[in-house]
DNA sequence: TCTAATTTGTGCGTATGTATG
DNA sequence: GCATACATACGCACAAATTAG
């Protein structure tokens, strides 16, 4: 039972990796109250190290009321309050709205003892490889969305297992992380299904996707819903003005081509909901009002950022299915 | 394994023959992620080079995020992304849907090889003085959006002058550094005037504002225009469902205050743009689609984001006045 | 607890060559 | 020809952190 792991090339001081060592066999529970912590001698021999490294540790971890000293005996933990500062790494794919409540609903969740540090990869594994490369050992938890991107899980890796959550996008690469994720293809499916008397007043039906940023459940998801029921759809890469047409039904992942659509049914003085049909991924609180109302399909980013805190806070490794919503309204 | 070669003869400079064979042994994977880079005093003994000069180059492979430093431990490769040319500090108020906008518009007009990190320091001193002072020499440019935070000039000091930019709200004492900036209070006052026939269907203006998150001078362009065109008013922390009132202007400056607005006028069935008006701040998308349309002031957030990164990108030292709208649609 | 070695961080002064007006 | 600014390079001193003995 050493407890103590140090790793000589690391950037890392080496009595900040005991510091941090001993804390988080406290925290684990490998260490209680009234433990001996190993002594001076017994560190310093197993691992090289000068003495008075092993002593600036542990003086560090007196000082905090962590452990006590007996003249003789050696070092008792005498405090499991370790509130040590806590910093989680959190890696979205991009910037959108969507991630303001899940960002805030996880901050409010984790209290203000813990600081968290957001950054963006834009799909671009370069960018992701680096950001983990570069905050190697500087974080308690790494919180990744790694959306759709592949080949990432070497990254992933490099840190250290038991401080990686996974977010909104899983693979069964990924399946020994802890999560918290859209079953997208699923999510997609159904919803469909429910609302499949409303979908048989169109004719067809029109994705906007792009396959590099957005979850590739979604098309799965539609395509099992269209062949089951017999319903013809189509994959645009971008909304186009000029195959815009009457009987269809568009579904819309992006605010961009939601807008787009919207705006060609009216021009075209089209009545939304029964000429042309509009779906659109990721509720939002505009979206209730606009045009008397959009059908989405949703998941629960507050949920979603809620249970991601619990999961740290109380050190559940599960893998979560956030739920998800079907909203009817005016435009279906 | 010295890596560095130094060629005195030679008419390149000694610092950038440094920084290309750092760059070279990372580039034939000598030097690897993680790795620790030889350090100062013996590049300059081996090479009978000035310490000064050695730390010019790890200087600029450090603020490009090639390589970090340690104190009392030494440099290490932190990214193999050597095309990197600069790096940028950008540090919001908090995250929201506007900031996307700005975002993207700064990330697209800077080109792909500068690279931008993002903070939040959510109106807290204390986050903001850490997160400067704790990247500190890290980066090429630093962004800085105070908002209304007091006493933060003095950590601003604490950067190079000339690598510092102010974003959307400036203040005097900030006013010797560059900035692209919104005039709140002539915005405010100019939107409200041109509207003022429009204005005078309705009894009194309702602000919801908050003190502490936005900008105090949306509330005096209110003030002045109120007290100039003899229009009553009154400032509310939060949209209170008790007070709602026939005859009266909302001037909301968020998306959640909007919606309980709207809400409250469809409940009790009332003409919004007649019986009740609607003046929201910021502009998006859908509050053009939202009711037959919102009435909006609202600066253009992706020119401030390309006027930004020209300014960066072209060494302009200016202080911009972002321009600003009014959308004058059916809610007023 | 003290001393020592090594490391980065920072500030100041000096000198030289080059480009600019 | 002269003044000025800038980039490059060197030297020195001291502070603070890390680690060893």
């Known amino acids: 039972m050493s407890f103590v792991t140090i ?28 433990d001996q912590v190993p002594s001076l001698n ?11 490294t092993v002593l600036l540790a542990f003086n560090d971890l007196r000082t905090r009321g962590i452990i006590q000293s007996v003249v ?6 005498a405090s499991t309050n370790i509130q040590l500062n806590e910093k989680v790494f959190l890696l979205f794919d991009e910037l959108n709205s969507f991630k303001e409540d899940l960002y805030y609903s996880f901050l409010d969740n984790l209290g203000d003892k813990i600081q968290v540090d957001i950054f963006f990869h834009h799909f671009n594994p370069d960018v992701f490889n680096q950001l983990i490369e570069s905050n190697l050992g500087q974080y308690t938890y790494y919180v990744i969305m790694p959306a759709n991107l592949q080949d990432v899980i070497m990254s992933i890796e490099r840190l250290p297992q038991e401080k990686v959550f996974i977010l909104d996008q899983t693979t069964p690469e990924l399946s020994a992380f802890p999560s918290v994720y859209q079953n997208f293809s699923r999510n997609v499916y159904e919803g469909l299904k429910i609302s499949l008397a409303l979908i048989r007043k169109y004719k067809s039906i029109t994705i906007v996707f792009s396959r590099e940023k957005q979850p590739l459940g979604i098309l799965k998801g539609l395509q099992e819903f269209c062949e089951e029921s017999g319903i013809s759809y189509s994959v645009e890469n971008t909304f186009d003005d000029e195959k815009f047409e009457v009987g269809e039904l568009y579904f819309l992942l992006d605010e961009r081509s939601l807008i ?7 021009e075209a003085g089209l009545v939304i909901g029964m000429e042309v049909g509009v779906i659109s991924y990721n509720d939002s609180l505009l979206k209730e009002m606009v045009e008397g109302g959009i059908t989405t399909i949703s998941t629960d980013f507050s949920f979603m950022g809620k249970r991601l805190a619990e999961m740290i806070l ?12 079907l909203v009817i309204r005016n435009s279906l």
């Open 7 to 34: 790793d000589t090339a690391s950037k890392i001081p080496k009595y900040k990796q005991i510091i941090s060592s001993i804390e988080e066999a406290i925290a684990s529970e490998e260490l209680r109250i009234g």
């Open 42 to 52: 017994s560190i310093k021999d197993q691992h090289s190290l000068s003495r008075d």
């Open 72 to 77: 003789g005996k050696g070092y008792y933990v």
């Open 260 to 266: 787009q659509v919207i705006k060609k049914i009216k």
């Open 314 to 325: 109380n050190k559940e490794r599960l893998q979560i299915e956030n739920p998800n919503q």
